[in-house]
């Protein structure tokens, strides 16, 4: 398979391209060995979310700093896609540096203890990568990040892998170029065998574009040997995806000597990872920064820094022609359940916002205003409350989804208010009362727009219009009814 992720311009990067398991430039024929950086400084907040690709003055300043280390890919976790970052991403295009972006966040993102996939992610998601896709130099999308991080939390893997699924048919439905999107995970020595497995096996639509470990096990002077990173290479021997360190720069001795890198890049690595991403760039409270960023603007550079800058100059990863490679690798099988692997290949459907609003019109009882604007004795959401006590009254196997099972209700994707609505009205058509839908307030009788009922679940989204993630989870198709971690 070979896929072009980067398109031409005047001042464009060279294409980069998937063939088999590896990163090839599509002009040079070279592979490609990612030299990333993690770049999420947390001082340029607004509205609550970081984003470092909206600050045009501090790009221009790292971009040139990273470039000096040789960095050929940025790796950010969070943006406010609602921002401008044409600067930024010129800025380090022109330094010669692609970006690797993560586009589910702290307020965007799938839960590991209580797992959902709804329309308010997949609009955000999808308002992500309309936000990012027209630039050159994206190189791809990371669906999630460690949402399952030990076997207590398996199941949410059911979800991010629907997400991806998600994600790369939107791509290709809506775009001019491909895009990969792909997986980052944890070292969990229960799961990671399994895991890695689970995102790349199925059918190619639902498979991961590549797949990147979070390592972190070479701390100090170790080696390739003691430090585990021999073991994780063989277990990636035979993978049927580009695999990389989508982090690595164990803290544990400092200053960091990042000695890992002339084995990541030497001949004991490279026929099985493409590279990997360096943790982090700005020194954060959690003290894994190259450099200092002090109040005034200026930067310290730092011992972690000078000492990347004299291993990442020794490097010269070998690796193959694209014209003289052409192995490929057959997808895994997907893993069985275990005690410690409990995550179901039949993953959850795709968010329709058509669905939502469908089975809301079709309502004669429905959750009113009230019930978001009130706050519950305890300070709890009044939604969550009322969703939580009519769950317990009528039935909700419509509503919810299990990741372990396999099995998803009709309408679980809607948001909780379109549930409580749901729930709402098969109470009130079990009372058939005049006050069936009182709820203190909480329930708006409402006339039925449609009386199609059985059909709303079979409506597709909508693709080929642009995402809108102006709605918080707990607005709905309701409100159309008239009187609706890091380190």
């Known amino acids: 398979m070979l896929l072009a992720y980067a398109t031409s311009s005047v001042y464009a990067l060279n294409n980069i391209v998937i063939k088999g398991t590896k990163f090839f430039d599509s002009v040079t024929k070279e592979q490609f060995f990612i030299k990333g950086v993690a770049y999420q400084p947390r001082g340029h907040i607004k509205d609550n979310t970081p984003d470092p690709l909206a600050d045009p003055v501090s790009c221009a300043r790292d971009a040139k700093m990273m470039a000096k280390l040789g960095t050929n890919v940025l790796r950010v976790y969070e943006v406010d896609p609602k921002r401008n970052h044409d600067e930024c991403m010129k800025s380090f295009e022109d330094a010669g540096i692609y970006l690797l972006l993560d586009i589910a966040t702290p307020h965007f993102s799938i839960n590991r203890r209580a797992p959902e996939y709804g329309v308010h992610l997949y609009n955000a998601f999808k308002t992500t990568v309309d936000a990012f896709a027209k630039y050159n130099n994206l190189f791809a999308f990371i669906a999630g990040n460690e949402v399952t991080n030990d076997r207590t939390n398996t199941p949410a893997s059911a979800f991010v892998k629907g997400s991806l699924r998600d994600i790369k048919a939107y791509i290709k439905e809506t775009k001019s170029r491909d895009i990969p999107v792909g997986y ?21 639509e639902v498979q991961a574009d590549f797949y990147g470990v979070n390592l972190y096990e070479w701390c100090g002077d170790t080696t390739y040997e003691k430090s585990g990173f021999k073991d994780r290479t063989a277990e990636y021997a035979n993978y049927s995806k580009p695999v990389f360190l989508s982090e690595y720069g164990c803290n544990l001795v400092t200053p960091r000597g990042f000695t890992e890198v002339a084995a990541l890049y030497g001949p004991e690595m490279t026929g099985v990872w493409s590279g990997g991403v360096v943790y982090e760039w700005t020194q954060e409270n959690n003290r894994y920064g190259l450099v200092q960023v002090q109040s005034s603007g200026d930067v310290e550079i730092m011992e972690d820094y000078t000492n990347l800058l004299n291993q ?25 359940m275990t005690k410690n692997w409990k995550a179901s290949t039949v993953l959850p459907p795709t968010p329709s916002d058509g669905a939502c609003e469908c089975m809301v019109e079709n309502l004669e009882c429905v959750a009113s205003d009230q019930v978001v604007s009130t706050v519950g004795k305890t300070g709890n959401s009044t939604l969550g409350v009322q969703l939580d006590t009519m769950c317990g009254i009528v039935s909700c196997g419509e509503i919810v989804s299990d990741g372990e099972k396999g099995t998803y209700g009709a309408f679980s994707f809607c948001s909780p208010r379109d549930k409580l609505s749901w729930l709402y009205n098969l109470k009130a058509k079990e009372l058939k009362t005049s006050t069936s839908c009182g709820y203190n307030g909480f329930g708006q009788e409402v006339t039925p727009r449609r009386f199609d009922l059985q059909s709303c679940a079979t409506i597709p989204p909508v693709l080929d219009k642009p995402a809108d993630d102006s709605n918080s989870p707990a607005q709905s198709s309701s409100t159309n009814i008239s009187g609706r971690e890091h380190k």
């Open 184 to 204: 980052a995970s944890n070292d969990d020595e229960y799961i990671r065998d399994v895991i890695k497995d689970y995102f790349v096996c199925g059918e190619p």
């Open 312 to 336: 990442m100059a020794k490097t010269n990863p070998k690796g193959v022609k694209m014209d003289d490679y052409n192995e490929q690798r057959a997808p895994p099988n997907c893993p069985p």
